[in-house]
C-alpha cells in the first residue's frame, strides 16, 4: 500500500500539558503558602502568569454569582471577624475582617481562574494520559468507552422508558415493569460494550498491551518546572 | 490477496456458511451482498480473524488474507493486514480526540511515536479529516463518524479493508461521504475493498465484482453489470434493483399538495409546535394534520426533526410551545391511542418470550382479551414463534414482535422510525404489506424513512422535512424510471 500523503510535524507547543499541570498546581500552592504580606506580591505574579497563559479564563470571576459570592465574604468577614474598629457609612465594621475577607476572595479567584483556565486547555484525553502514568493504566481507553457509551445508554434507557409507558407504565405489574425495564437497559449495555470490544480487537487492542496515551510535552515546560518548584522552595524557606 | 478454500462456519443455532470458496486479487473491490442472514457479515467476521479467535463458532475450510492464514494468525497480527469497518460506527469509536481513535491500532501494535503520529497523519489526510482530529467523536455526524472508523482502520496500513453495511445508518450525504472516501482509497493507494452491502447504488458504482449470496452460499459471481441487471435472481431472493433507487433530494421528487379529504375529520392535529431537548428547538413551528386511514411518509435528512415530531405526536414529548389535538381532545394515554415504532426493537422488547411481550401491554391496561392476542400474533406471522425467546429471533422477527406488541393495544395511529435498517427487500415488502391492510381498516400509519422506494410504492402523502421544518408536502412524484419500473412490473405480474 502506498504511504503517500500529508505527514506533518505538528507544531510543538510552547507550553504542553505537563507545563499547563505545573501552573495549575503552582497557582494553588503559590497562595496556600504566601504569608499574608507577600499575598498582594504573590497575587501579582500569579496574574502576570494568568495573562500569558489564558486571559479568557480572567474573565470568570466577573459572573454574577461569583460576584455575590465574594461580595458574601468580604461582608460577612467586616461584621463578624475581628474588632469593629471602622465606621463606614454610618456602620460599624472590622478592618481586620475586611483584611480578612479580601485575602479570602482573591485566594477563591486564584483558584477559580486556574481550573478554569486548566480545563480548558488541557484535553481529558491528556489528563487520562496523566493520570495512567501514575499507574491507573487503561484509564484512557476506559475513559474513552465510557463518554462514548453514556450519550448511547442515556438513549437506550429513554426508549426503553418511552416504550415502557407506551405499554401502561408501571400501573398493574409495578415491580415486574421495574425489573424488566433494569434488565433490559443492562441487556443493551451489554451487547454495546460487546460491539466495542470486537471493534478494540480489531484494532490488535489486549488489555495487557494497552498503551498509555503520549503525553505532549511543551518546548518550556521543563523549565516551567524548575521555576514553578524553585519559587514555592523558596517561599516556604522565607516563611 | 483474499483465498477462501471450502468455508463452512456454524453458530450453535445453525450454519451461518456453507462450503464457500473463492479468490480475491489485489486491488479489487468486490461488493458481498444477499438476504438477511444469509452470512454476509461472519464472512466478514472471518476475514477479520474474529472467527474463530473472538467469536464462538465451528471453523471448517481455508481462510488465507494476505498472506496469513487467519487461523494460526492473532486477531493482532490480522489486524496489520486487514482493517475491519462495522455497521454501527458509534460502537467503534471510544476515544476522546479523533486523532487518539486513528492512533488507537498503531499504540497496540507497539510502534514508535513518530511512527504512529506519521499513521495517523496519513489516515486523516486519506480520509479528509485532517481539520477535525482535535473533534470529539461523540459530536460528528453518522457520515463523519464512519470516516474517522475507516481513517482508524487504514492506520493499521492494512491491505484489504472490509466493511459490513457502512452505509446502513447514513443519509444520503453521509453516504457520498464514504463513497468518496473509498473511492479514493481505491484509486490512490490500491486498497483491496470487501464492501458488504443492502444499498446497492453506490456499492456498485465502486465494485468491480459482485457475489450475491443466499444460506450461507455464493449463488452468483460476476461483473457488477451481469449480476445487477439478472431480475429473475433478485426478486427470487427478494432484493432490490439497481433501479429502485433514485438518487435525487426529497424536494425534487415529491409534488405540492395539501388536499385532503373533505368528508373525514381530523384524526390528529398539531399546530404551531415547537418542541426540543435541553432547551433546544429540534422542530419548530410544524402544523400537521393525519387523518384516519391515511397512509403517510415523513422523510429527511439527519436530524432533520423527524424523530422528534414522532415523539412529540405520541405523547412522549412535551412540546416547547404549540397545541396537539387528538380526535377532537386531548391525548390521554400514549400507547392506547398513537403508538411508535422504535428504530432499534431491542429497545422495545422487555419481557422473556414472544407471547409475553404482545399480552404485556394489554395486561398492564387491563384490557387482556384471548382471542384478540391470538389474533395479532396470527396477523404478524409470530404463532409458531410464541415461545421463542425474544434475543433467539432475527431482527426481522424482532421487529414484528415488536410491532405485534404496539398493535395489540389497538392504537388508531401507528408511527414506525426507520423500519427498513438491516431488512432486505423481502421481510420489508411484507411488513408494508401488513401495514397497507392496517391502514385500509382504518389505522393511520406515519412511516419514517430514508427509504424512496418504500415512500413511492405505498405512501399516499409525503411530508419532507428539513432542519426542523416541514419543508413540503405533497404526493411522490413518479419518475420516468418509476414509471418504467411499475410497468416492467405489470408485464411481469400478467406474465
Known sequence: ?239 | MIRVRNLTVRYDSGFALQDVTLDIPTGQCVLVTGPSGCGKSTLARVLTGLIPHAISAQFEGAVHVAGMDVREHTIAELAQRVGAVFQNPSSQLFHLRVEDEVAFGPRNLGLSKDEVRERVSWALSATNLMGSMDRRPSELSGGEKQQVAIAAALAMRPRVLVLDEPFASLDMHGIRQVTATLQALRERHGVTIVLIEHRLVEGARLADRVLLMAEGRVIADGEPTAILSDQHLWRNLGLRRLMDYPTEPWRSLVIADSRHRGDLTALIEMRGVSAGYGGRRVIQDINLTLYPGEFVALVGDNGAGKSTLALVAAGLLKPLEGTICFNGGELKQPGLDISLLFQNPLDQLFTESVNEEVAFGPRNYGLFEPERHVQILAEADLVDLRSRRLMALSGGQQQRTAMAACLSLCPRLLMLDEPTIGQDWGHLQRLMDFLTTLSQKGTTILLITHDYKLVCRYAQRVIVMEEGKIALEGRFRRSEQEKTYAHVEAREAWG
Do not use: Y
Open chain 1, 1 to 239: 500500500m502506498s504511504t503517500e500523503g500529508r505527514s506533518a510535524e505538528p507544531v510543538r507547543r510552547l507550553v504542553g500539558t505537563m507545563g499547563r499541570l505545573v501552573v495549575f498546581f503552582w497557582s494553588i500552592s503559590l497562595l496556600l503558602i504566601a504569608p499574608p504580606n507577600w499575598i498582594p506580591l504573590a497575587v501579582g505574579t500569579w496574574l502576570g502568569v494568568a495573562v500569558l497563559l489564558h486571559p479568557a479564563a480572567l474573565r470568570v470571576p466577573f459572573r454574577r454569582r461569583w460576584i455575590l459570592l465574594f461580595g458574601f465574604l468580604i461582608v460577612a468577614n467586616i461584621f463578624w471577624v475581628g474588632e469593629l474598629d471602622w465606621n463606614l457609612w454610618g456602620l460599624a465594621v472590622s478592618s481586620e475582617g475586611l483584611l480578612i475577607g479580601l485575602q479570602m476572595v482573591l485566594r477563591a479567584v486564584v483558584v477559580l481562574v486556574a481550573v478554569e483556565g486548566f480545563s480548558n486547555s488541557v484535553d481529558i484525553a491528556e489528563v487520562a494520559g496523566l493520570l495512567e502514568r501514575f499507574g491507573l493504566e487503561g484509564l484512557g481507553f476506559s475513559m474513552g468507552v465510557a463518554v462514548n457509551l453514556l450519550p448511547f445508554l442515556r438513549q437506550s434507557s429513554l426508549n426503553a422508558w418511552r416504550s415502557l409507558r407506551m405499554k401502561g407504565g408501571l400501573r398493574r405489574q409495578r415491580w415486574r415493569g421495574l425489573r424488566l425495564l433494569l434488565v433490559n437497559i443492562i441487556g443493551n449495555a451489554l451487547c454495546r460494550a460487546d460491539e466495542v470490544v470486537l471493534s478494540a480487537e480489531a484494532r490488535a487492542f489486549s488489555p495487557d498491551r494497552s498503551r498509555i496515551i503520549p503525553l505532549e510535552i511543551g518546548a518550556f515546560d521543563w523549565l516551567i518546572l524548575t521555576v514553578g518548584l524553585s519559587s514555592l522552595l523558596a517561599l516556604i524557606l522565607v516563611r
